[in-house]
């Protein structure tokens, strides 16, 4: 068809289309971040933390959360990739920060972590339900266990809980086992099931329930058992990350060093599974893992190189896309063998899972239906911990021409025959009727 | 036929006595054509004067776009254009389901010109081309007429038609419709198909078929031809007007209409498949057997005949009804019984109601009231019954077919508005024929009773020279100048014929009916009168009614002229402001204008070949926001398009055609029922309306922030406050108003970026989440937020 009114653009929605991207497309992993803290000592009594990330080239900037000359943006640009949040009794941010600021800070791609504690101000319990994720509403509420508590010196209260309740993700926790329990103490919250942008990494024992440690149970608490979570990761739809927990203590030097023993239970680990656990996880948070890329979409008839205009019913196509996942360092080639494309017009009308090349590519090759309208080949790749791929590509499908069906039909030929044997005969009559006088 | 042989005998003598004066009004009537054809077109220029050179309504501008392809890419890409711009995701096959008559014809007319050195631009060609059109069908008029009542009458009926009021509504300058050369070619069909009926000429039966099929690459209106022609032909047989001239007229009409007919992409198999196209087979067979009746009878004697006859009339009757019952239990096999809903709401005028209000809906598909008649053909209403009487008086085969026509075409007339196309053409032919013989009538009767002036020889000359006229007429069509001397008194010789008849008699008794001197010139400038008023209706009509190219709009107050373009101005920001690919919703109306003036995909078009899809757009019109969004979101809507009348009172805007989305949407949606939107049976949008209709998304898009213009929310069409003043919209933003609100833009909202966790709790602090400004305020009741 040449030269055509009909122009197919592709569009491809890596990420929502909010106000841009955090990162440079090149290399998704923050560099900048500004930490907020209640406190100044926090700086120091969470430093192994700290400097985990800074080991990792991270550029933190602490600031203090009431400082009136933090700002996030200026002059329309993002001054920080990440934004973390140790400063859960803050009522009112200093400078321009407030609630809505931080929102649009997530929702322009950027990671966020926040760290609430038993003392957790209204502001951070709102950024939580913001994010999808409610904290016990009852403000003097930590969550207690009798039976999955960390064995210490002191009996206590049972609110130092020794959790290994994790989420089952080698993306977001890293391929080594997580061998020791996670020391936790704080506030527990709960997720919307329907919500499926949020995830409970760490999840209370069933025997958990969260109350106020320090009173008498009078009415049955709100929250209770695996429904509370401890630690949640959120992945917003344009693939923005967010940590949320409700306890800052566990990413203390303290519960980093110290030993733990789950009750009941004989081993003793030298060692908390803080460490490795918070560690790992913020990778995730700051795109070190699970980020995946597209790049190179093509589609072409077979035996051609080059992408038609449109393409016509029952013609043969190939689709390939090349997919890579950011290690931290570069772009990898993501391997596995569940990346599917549609080829979807209201309703997909092929499925087929692409094959691959170890090297990133995946294409699959397949016949156009039998259907004219305007199709749209699509990938939506929706993987645990990794960032959702979406991407979609309007392609017109046209019924054949006229001059491209068959142009004699064998079944027909009795019929060329008749319309022949006709003409002849008529001829012939005519000839006869007119000259035989 | 039974011409009498003493007028044919007469005729040569004079012939040469009259040789001058024929010449003259050969000349003259050539002349009066021209100044009719002038007419017709310059009537038609008002919209153009007034407004501009531009496409009017909403088929106009399909049929623009795709001369524009036609224009740009030739015509085998026209013939295969799939177009993906509507009907999104389906797409439309444009060259499989378009009359390509006209679009066909603007394209050839545009190629011409510029072959020519004539750079015109295809628009200006579109803009023209009915104008032009109907110039030629008021010549076709004339040769229609003339062929059944003589050359006044078919003078007087050009006039008529290229002023009448309702031919005019769909052929102003810039109505760029397929109706715009299809009145032409249905009038230039029954001429052909009258003038072989006249002649029994094979040429003019080909001549006939040709244009037959122009007619059918032009308009779905083509049914009434192959419907009244069989009519005509049955009632010939039935009448005992059978003849081999009659047989020429049909047969080969049929035959090569047929298969012609069925070389066009949207006909196709329906030229021998559907009910629409029975008639003419069946009459076709019958006019076989007729036809070899006649020749049996021609051969064998009496009384063998009626022999022959009871056999043939007992296998025959036998054989028939097998076919039949063959015949009926095939059609009774579908559901429609092979007939498409248009077609069947012709028949059943109460049928589009029924069970098709995607039809009903379409306000041309209407009854037309009683004083449409009179606005559209007005005095021609009073002339019709007179001359369908002087149609009788005599009643000769192309006289009986305009009867015929008249009759068929006042009967859809009343059945659906926009088939007054098909009924003016008939009503001026009638029309026509009546004021040239009362004028006739009249002038024989004052120049009889003058003195000085024998009457005699004076009404022979003033019969012959209409005829001669035609002669020398027929002689300059069909460029046999050479021979004209040779030809034309057995030329005039075949006329008399037909004409000398009722002349003779009208001879004969016009010495005894000749009028009164008073009264007929009395009556003479009453019919004057009479034309003076029509000609001031048409030229009014013309200029007011009918030239509103319905795009852009103007009204008339105490300061002056307002000009409303916000058509325009809403399908300009879409073309500059959105993305190429980005789809636009609406309801059909819209649709061929989005997609020819802004560039943009849509939907549905006002081609409603898709039930389904069309309800599925009035089913997210009348859905709550959230569930609209959803519909529109499935269908990769990004824009979605409403026309709101109510703050300068344009009654045609989506509110008051609100119902019918609700209709069609209900009828493949059952979840969408009508009485929820209505107050005991009152369609309203005021306080006392129902919550579904004030949380529809049509009203939600019509009224958004109304209420800021003037502080009540007044709706000037429906003349009444609006219901709900304050409201937000949560998954719809507003991106563009024109300036007289007549169009509203709005942008679907994307995707909540995160989901918010209980609700509960935001209610709670209200206080807080209110201070977060525009991210509040919908967020309670909406998962995106």
Not at chain 2, 613 to 638: Q, R
Request: charged content about 20%.
């Amino acid at each position: 068809m040449g030269k055509l009114w009909v122009i197919s653009i592709a569009s491809i929605f890596i990420l929502l289309p909010f106000l841009g991207n955090a990162f440079s497309p090149e290399s998704p992993t923050d560099r900048r971040v500004l930490v907020l803290l209640d406190d100044s000592a926090i700086k120091s009594s969470h430093s192994i933390y700290f400097n985990s990330l800074k080991s990792r080239g991270f550029d933190l900037e602490f600031k203090l959360a009431d400082d009136p000359k933090i700002a996030l943006q200026r002059y329309g640009q993002y001054l920080y990739d990440a934004l973390v949040l140790f400063c859960p009794s803050v009522e009112r941010f200093g400078g321009s920060i407030d609630l809505a600021a931080i929102l649009d800070f997530v929702d322009s791609g950027r990671d966020l972590i926040i760290a609430a504690d038993s003392s957790a101000s209204d502001l951070i319990r709102e950024v939580g339900i913001e994010c999808g994720v409610d904290f016990d509403e009852d403000p003097s509420a930590m969550v207690i266990d009798h039976i999955g508590y960390a064995v210490s010196e002191t009996e206590g209260d049972h609110t130092l809980i020794a959790s290994d309740d994790l989420i089952k993700s080698d993306v977001i926790l890293g391929s080594k086992r997580i061998e020791a329990p996670i020391l936790f103490r704080g506030i527990g919250h709960s997720l919307n099931p329907a919500n499926n942008l949020v995830l409970k990494v760490l999840s209370a024992s069933p025997s958990a329930y969260s109350a106020n440690p320090k009173s008498k149970l009078s009415t049955p608490p709100s929250l209770t058992g695996s429904a509370i979570s401890l630690v949640s990761i959120v992945q917003a739809r344009n693939n923005a990350r967010i940590l949320i927990t409700g306890s800052l203590s566990m990413f203390s030097n303290k519960f980093f060093r110290s030993g733990v023993q789950k009750a009941g239970e004989k081993t003793k680990h030298e060692k908390s599974g803080n460490e490795q656990f918070l560690t790992e996880i913020s990778k995730w948070v700051f795109h070190e893992r699970g980020h995946l890329k597209t790049v190179n979409v093509k589609h072409h008839k077979v035996g051609e190189t080059d992408e038609p205009a449109l393409y016509r019913i029952n013609d043969e196509l190939e689709y390939s896309v090349e997919i890579y996942e950011w290690s931290g360092k570069s772009w990898d080639p993501y391997v596995a063998n569940d990346v599917q494309v549609q080829f979807y017009m209201m309703s997909p009308y092929v499925l087929k899972t692409m094959s691959h090349n170890k090297k990133g590519l995946y294409s699959t090759s397949f016949k156009v239906p039998d259907v004219y309208g305007v199709f749209q080949f699509k990938v939506e790749y929706q993987k645990l911990g990794y960032t959702s791929l979406s991407l979609s590509k309007q392609i017109p499908v046209r019924p054949y021409r006229h001059n491209e069906y068959e142009r004699f039909i064998p079944a027909a030929y009795p019929y060329y025959g008749a319309a022949f044997s006709m003409m002849a005969g008529f001829f012939v009559f005519s000839f006869v009727h007119l000259y035989s006088k | 036929m039974a011409a009498p042989e003493t007028s044919t005998a007469a005729v040569p003598t004079l012939y040469t006595n009259n040789t001058l004066r024929n010449a003259f009004g050969g000349v003259l009537s050539f002349f009066i054509l021209l100044l009719i054809g002038v007419m017709a077109f310059s009537i038609r220029l008002f919209s153009v004067i007034k407004y501009e050179s531009v496409i009017h309504e909403f088929d106009p501008y399909f049929n623009y776009r795709v001369t524009q392809f036609l224009a740009k890419n030739g015509i085998y890409e026209f013939w295969n254009w799939f177009d993906d711009r509507t009907w999104y995701p389906l797409g439309r096959v444009i060259g499989g389901t378009v009359y390509p008559g006209l679009t066909l014809t603007a394209g050839t007319i545009w190629w011409l010109l510029n072959s020519l050195n004539i750079p015109l631009s295809v628009e200006t060609v579109c803009v023209f081309t009915a104008p032009i059109f109907s110039a030629f069908a008021s010549w076709a008029t004339f040769l229609l007429t003339k062929e059944v009542k003589g050359t006044g009458a078919g003078l007087t009926a050009a006039a008529l038609l290229a002023m009448v009021p309702s031919y005019i509504s769909r052929s102003v300058a810039g109505s760029y419709d397929n109706e715009a050369v299809a009145i032409f070619a249905l009038i230039f069909t029954f001429y052909l198909y009258i003038k072989t009926l006249n002649t029994g000429s094979l040429f003019y039966a080909t001549l006939n078929s040709i244009a037959y099929f122009y007619m059918v690459c032009s308009w779905g209106g083509y049914t009434f031809i192959i419907n009244l022609i069989p009519m005509h032909v049955l009632l010939c047989i039935v009448t005992g007007r059978f003849s081999s001239r009659l047989y020429i007229a049909y047969a080969p009409l049929v035959v090569l209409g047929t298969l012609l007919a069925a070389l066009v992409p949207v006909v196709g198999f329906n030229a021998v498949m559907t009910s629409e196209h029975f008639a003419s087979f069946l009459v076709f067979i019958i006019l076989h057997v007729v036809a070899f009746v006649y020749y049996i009878k021609g051969i064998l004697s009496p009384k063998m005949f009626k022999v022959a006859v009871t056999l043939v009339v007992s296998v025959g009757l036998a054989v028939c009804c097998a076919v039949i019952a063959v015949l009926i239990a095939l059609v009774a096999s579908s559901p429609t019984k092979g007939w498409s809903g248009r077609s069947l709401s012709l028949l059943d005028p109460t049928y589009a109601s029924k069970y098709i209000p995607i039809i009903a809906s379409v306000s041309e598909h209407q009854p037309p009231t009683w004083p449409s008649y009179f606005m559209d053909i007005n005095v021609l209403a009073f002339l019709v019954p007179a001359g369908i009487i002087a149609c009788f008086s005599p009643l000769s085969d192309s006289s009986s077919f305009v009867v015929l026509y008249i009759a068929t075409s006042v009967y859809f007339s009343g059945v659906m508005v926009r088939l007054m196309l098909v009924f003016a053409p008939a009503a001026c032919i009638t029309s026509g024929i009546a004021l040239s013989q009362s004028f006739d009538v009249f002038t024989r009767s004052i120049k009889f009773q003058l003195p000085g002036i024998s009457s005699n020889t004076e009404v022979d000359a003033a019969e012959t020279s209409s005829a001669t006229a035609e002669a020398q007429n027929d002689a300059v069509k069909t460029e046999k100048s050479e021979e004209t001397s040779k030809n034309r008194p057995s030329k005039k010789s075949k006329k008399k014929e037909k004409e000398e008849k009722p002349s003779t008699k009208a001879k004969a008794e016009k010495r005894l009916l000749a009028l009164p001197l008073d009264s007929s010139v009395i009556s003479l400038l009453l019919l004057i009168l009479l034309g003076a008023f029509y000609v001031v209706h048409c030229v009014w009509a013309a200029a007011e009614a009918y030239s509103a190219p319905s795009i852009v709009l103007t009204s008339r107050s105490h300061d002056g002229l307002h000009v409303f373009d916000d058509f325009r101005e809403a399908y300009g920001w879409l073309r500059h402001n959105t993305d190429v690919d980005d789809k636009v919703a609406s309801w059909w109306d819209y649709g061929y204008q989005t997609t020819a003036m802004a560039n943009r995909t849509v939907i549905v078009d006002n081609n409603t070949w898709n039930n389904t899809h069309i309800a599925t757009v009035g089913t997210a019109m009348s859905s709550p926001e959230k569930a609209a969004w959803e519909i529109f979101h499935s269908l990769d809507v990004k824009y979605v398009l409403v026309v709101f009348g109510g703050l300068v009172g344009y009654p045609s805007d989506d509110i008051n055609k609100f119902l019918w989305m609700v209709r069609i949407g209900g009828g493949v949606f059952p979840h969408i029922k009508e009485p929820d939107y209505l107050r005991d049976g009152q369609y309203r949008i005021d306080s006392q309306a129902t919550p579904t209709m004030l949380n529809c998304l049509m009203y939600k898009l019509s009224y958004y922030r109304f209420v800021e213009t003037d502080g009540k929310g007044f709706d000037r069409v429906r003349q009444t406050e609006i219901g709900k003043k304050h409201f937000k919209l949560t998954h719809f933003e507003e991106v563009f108003t024109t300036h007289h609100w007549m169009v509203r833009i709005y942008k679907l909202k994307p995707p909540k970026n995160r989901i918010r966790g209980k609700t509960k709790k935001s209610k709670s602090k209200t206080s807080s989440t209110s201070s977060r400004g525009k991210r509040s305020g919908s967020g309670k009741k909406n998962p995106w937020q």
